[in-house]
């Protein structure tokens, strides 16, 4: 509309359909150049889905039911058995303020990195080891 900017979520073929009104959001232009090293997102990274991230989603509501199920659904599930860590690269984080229940929606990339162990030591985990199986004595 010329009034708001919306956001609707539908799910064919035959519902719901969710409208939201954006308050405010951030061009990806404007993160980076905030950013001492901006970080340009690979086609690999895109790939896979986001974590997602409800926060303040417990509300027995039959609203708030369908609004966490419609957006659990937009994601595959987890399977924490044979999840791969390096895979694990953006996070989707759904926030609902409890005071006037606006929702904040944040997307984060993410890394992995070894804590509790010294600097010697991560550089060692995360250096290229050569395969020595081929070489003799």
């Known amino acids: 509309s010329t009034l708001a900017l919306n ?4 799910r064919v073929p035959r519902g719901p359909t969710l409208t939201f009104r954006v308050l405010r959001y951030s061009l990806k232009q404007d993160v980076a150049s905030i ?3 901006p970080h340009v997102p690979t086609e690999r990274e895109l790939l896979e889905a986001p974590l997602l991230v409800l ?5 027995p509501s039959p609203e ?9 659904t ?3 599930q987890i399977d924490v058995d044979n999840m791969r860590l390096k895979k694990c690269r953006r996070v989707l984080l759904m926030n609902k303020s409890l ?9 984060y990339l993410i890394k992995a ?11 060692i985990v995360r250096a290229k080891i050569p395969n ?3 070489l003799r004595d």
Do not use: C, V
């Open 55 to 59: 926060n303040n989603f417990s509300d």
């Open 64 to 72: 708030n039911k369908i609004l966490a199920s419609m957006l659990q």
């Open 35 to 37: 950013q001492k090293k």
């Open 74 to 76: 937009m994601f595959p």
């Open 99 to 107: 005071t006037d229940g606006t929702i904040e929606m944040r997307h």
């Open 113 to 123: 990195a070894p804590t509790g162990i010294s600097r010697s030591i991560k550089k």
């Open 132 to 134: 020595l199986g081929r």
């Open 7 to 10: 956001m609707r979520l539908y």
